[in-house]
């Protein structure tokens, strides 16, 4: 190889034909985008005809969004006017059960934890290992914490609602800090429950009731002080003869 | 692909209007992403990929920018540009994409053409670390100028220059040595 030069020239190809084919249907099937405010900082949100595709709560400005999303979908985007229905109220409700989303290209698993975690209402907390429970994979609790990690529309989706099974706040696809803002904005005492965790308490029950609940359930947070009791795992609140709450399912009821 | 020709026209059409004139930007130009992406990664589905995504992110951008602005545009070294951010993305996995494995250095390899070209394109790939494998592939197999390269690179046209130096000496090293060297190709 004496004419190194020569012979690089020689290395030009042909993009594959279908190249433009490939990219003209991306095109096509652009999804429409719009910015709106959110908890923390403005939001990116994706949408087609399917429901809500994407959701960018990095704030790193459209260009940024724009190019995560044909990354990872493959599709363009372009910028519409208004935001798809539904969207703002669900925001300032934090609950988006009545959305749709495109879902596409998870698994079966992934939209199931993803629906799960749609349940948990605005200022409560659950853990990876009550997702992995409720939707009937006890063991998968790892693997809930992936899927959540892989949402593609977190926030509206509130995987933040989701924290570690010991109590603690956890990670975020987005950073610890985030997850705890997003929190803290949703009414969640961040502080107070990992006191909590780290003493040990894993449920709050009434002594009225027998009732005992995770501790950010809505009917955990009206108990009062007077008739609160603690426990530290599901068997010592059975042990005392105290039920399972209906709302929050802190643990599977058992059948007496 | 001089001015004048089809390229010399094309900002204008995309500025007037992008949709019709996007499926001429890729047929006129998509050769050239794609043979960059190629000759960097040395995995033809990589660089397909490569491709692609930097198609896309052009529609993006050019559906962003005002009229005047998409005029100015020297698309071949703004594709090329693209298409070496979302090389690098790709290479380094972005942290953004968790999904997205980053491409191992044992997929680096390419197979096919004769068999010097064979050699020849996967030596760049194995032998030259990034810096210069990117400039030696604008300058040898595309044929830039410098100042084409050094804008997309975003360096000094004499660093440019001698990085792309550098790389041919070593690329005639390795191949006089027979076995090229797999160096630096991680990073």
């Not at chain 1, 594959?16 to 490939?22: A, F, G, K, Q």
């Not at chain 1, 652009?30 to 949100?45: C, H, K, Q």
């Not at chain 1, 949408?47 to 969004?65: K, L, M």
């Not at chain 2, 026209?9 to 050239?32: C, I, K, N, Y």
Request: charged residues 30%; negative net charge; hydrophobic residues 40%.
């Amino acid at each position: 190889m004496n004419d190194i030069e020569t012979a690089l020239g020689d290395l030009r190809e042909k993009a594959p034909p279908r190249l433009t084919d490939r990219v003209m249907r991306a095109v096509e099937a652009a999804d429409d985008y719009v910015e709106i405010p959110g908890p923390r900082g403005p939001l990116y949100i994706a949408f087609n005809e399917t429901g809500i595709s994407c959701v960018d709560a990095a704030g790193e400005g459209p260009e940024a969004f724009e190019e995560y999303f044909v990354g990872r979908f493959g599709r363009v985007l372009r910028a519409a006017s208004a935001p798809p229905r539904g969207l703002a109220h669900a925001l300032e409700t934090g609950d988006g059960r009545k959305l749709r989303y495109d879902l596409r290209g998870l698994t079966e698993f992934e939209v199931a934890v993803l629906r799960k975690a749609l349940e948990i209402p605005k200022g409560e907390v659950r853990s990876y290992g009550w997702i992995a429970r409720e939707i009937g994979r006890p063991k998968a609790v790892r693997a809930v914490g992936s899927a959540l990690g892989h949402n593609p529309v977190p926030v509206v989706i509130p995987c933040h609602r989701v924290v570690r099974s010991d109590g603690m706040i956890g990670n975020y696809a987005l950073g610890a800090p985030m997850k705890r803002e997003l929190l803290d904005t949703e009414g969640v005492d961040v502080e107070g429950i990992e006191q909590l965790a780290a003493s040990g308490v894993r449920y709050v029950g009434s002594d009225t009731t027998h009732v005992f609940c995770v501790p950010t359930c809505h009917d955990a947070r009206r108990v009062t002080e007077r008739h609160r009791v603690t426990f530290r795992n599901e068997r010592d609140a059975a042990a005392h003869g105290y039920r399972p709450c209906k709302h929050c399912r802190p643990a599977e009821e058992r059948s007496a | 692909m001089s001015e004048g020709t089809l390229e010399g026209t094309l900002p204008e059409r995309l500025a007037d209007d992008l949709h019709a004139a996007f499926g001429p930007l890729v047929a006129e130009l998509g050769d050239d992403v794609f043979t960059a992406a190629l000759r960097w990664s040395g995995n033809r589905t990589a660089a397909e990929d490569i491709a692609q995504e930097t198609f896309l992110r052009a529609y993006s951008a050019i559906g962003r920018y005002d009229a005047a602005r998409v005029r100015e545009l020297h698309l071949r070294a703004w594709l090329l540009t693209i298409a070496l951010n979302v090389f690098r993305n790709e290479v380094r996995g972005a942290s953004r994409r968790p999904a997205t494995q980053p491409l191992a250095a044992e997929e680096l390899v390419v197979a096919d053409g004769g068999r010097g070209a064979d050699d020849l394109a996967s030596t760049i790939v194995l032998a030259l670390p990034e810096q210069q494998r990117v400039p030696v592939v604008l300058r040898h197999v595309l044929g830039l100028s410098y100042a084409e390269i050094a804008e997309i690179l975003d360096r000094p046209e004499g660093t440019v220059k001698a990085q792309a130096a550098r790389g041919i000496r070593r690329l005639r090293d390795s191949l006089t040595d027979e076995q090229p060297q797999p160096a630096e190709v991680r990073r």
